[in-house]
């Protein structure tokens, strides 16, 4: 799949100050030679300005109105995408890694009037610096401003779709400003942790959808390909965290849980009273709801689990191990046993 190359810029104060910009040397070594010498930087609002492009220097030159009319200063980012031809999209980002509310403004020289920037014109987007953070492997921070502008639209469950057209399932903990389950884009590059990205870029484009791009420490996008697992295999040296053995009425067309046995406690005393785990086979992916009822002695798995027996074709007596897949205890590679009969 072709992608529209892209880099993000950390902006110091000298460079707000000048009328060039550097342009990191990855991605120029990548793409300068399918780029002209001369480009259109196009922003979200309509504001629009050319640039002279020094492929020897890799410097874009002639943004001093720019950094002017947006008022820019060091700390704040800028996110380039090449779009092809003369043109690249441009958006801005804030001390807190929110984009920011664009001004209504367009360069001296154009004629035509600003846009709206909103929701339903390319979505809204955040970046989390996560090479700065500590270590993390699962849980990126959402800035509140994003939170405040389009939080009350984002739902609990979301989908995750990167470079690769891979769809991963994560959950928005709005009142933590919080979005977990990302440990699988670590497990696809063989990362332990998330803080081997440099930049994580995040575009929410309505329903429960976000695209996330990532850049290395380069400032250059490195797409994110899944890491090829054969059926049923696992990551080496990954023990069983607990085992589910399918039983007649785990079968029924409305099952009401599936009992986590109490001999894998290591595991169901991490869970909370009502959480949410994923279960990884290759490049496929369930959500499993998890409750704990009678005084949290029972732990049982609820939504999703009807979706899991049929995708699997799960049959009475198959055993599902689940091991642990990275540091965190909402993450599982799956292995079926199938019974003897059931093959």
């Not at 209504?104 to 339903?120: E, F």
């Not at 990126?140 to 470079?163: A, I, M, N, T, Y």
């Not at 990302?182 to 329903?207: K, P, T």
Request: with cysteine.
């Amino acid at each position: 799949m072709e992608l529209n190359p892209k880099f993000v810029t950390l902006l110091r104060d000298a460079d707000c100050v000048c009328n060039e910009l550097v342009v990191p040397h990855s991605f120029c070594v990548k793409h300068c030679a399918k780029i002209p010498l001369t480009v259109k930087r196009s922003m979200r609002n309509g504001y629009e300005m050319w640039l002279d492009f020094d492929k020897k220097k890799e410097k874009f030159i002639g943004l001093h109105f720019l950094y002017s009319y947006f008022c820019l200063k060091g700390g704040q980012s800028l996110f380039f995408e090449y779009a092809g031809g003369f043109v690249f999209k441009v958006s801005i980002f804030g001390f807190d890694g929110s984009e920011i509310e664009y001004p209504k403004v367009v360069h001296h020289l154009q004629t035509a009037k600003p846009r709206q920037v909103s929701l339903y014109d390319g979505g809204w987007s955040f970046v989390s610096y996560v090479s700065l953070a500590r270590k993390a492997a699962d849980v990126v921070v959402v800035p509140q401003l994003f939170v405040d502008r389009v939080g009350d639209l984002v739902p609990d469950k979301l989908e995750l779709v990167v470079s690769s057209g891979q769809q991963l399932v994560a959950h928005f903990k709005r009142k933590d400003c919080e979005i977990s389950g990302l440990a699988s884009l670590c497990n696809m590059l063989s990362f332990r942790y998330l803080n081997q990205f440099h930049i994580l870029h995040f575009n929410y484009v309505l329903g429960n959808r976000f695209n996330v791009t990532a850049f290395d420490d380069s400032m250059t996008e490195t797409p994110i390909y899944p890491k090829p697992y054969e059926h049923g295999e696992t990551e080496m040296g990954n023990s069983t965290a607990f085992e589910i053995l399918v039983q007649p009425f785990h079968m029924l067309r409305y099952c009401h849980g599936v009992d986590v046995s109490v001999d894998f406690r290591d595991v169901r005393d991490w869970w909370n009273k009502l959480d949410y785990i994923t279960a990884y086979i290759g490049n496929r992916c369930w959500t499993l709801q998890v409750r704990k009822r009678a005084n949290w002695k029972r732990t049982t798995i609820h939504d999703g689990w009807i979706e899991f027996r049929n995708d699997l074709d799960l049959a009475v007596g198959d055993v599902c191990a689940f091991h642990w897949r990275n540091d965190t205890v909402h993450n599982f590679d799956v292995c079926v046993l199938k019974a003897v009969g059931n093959v």
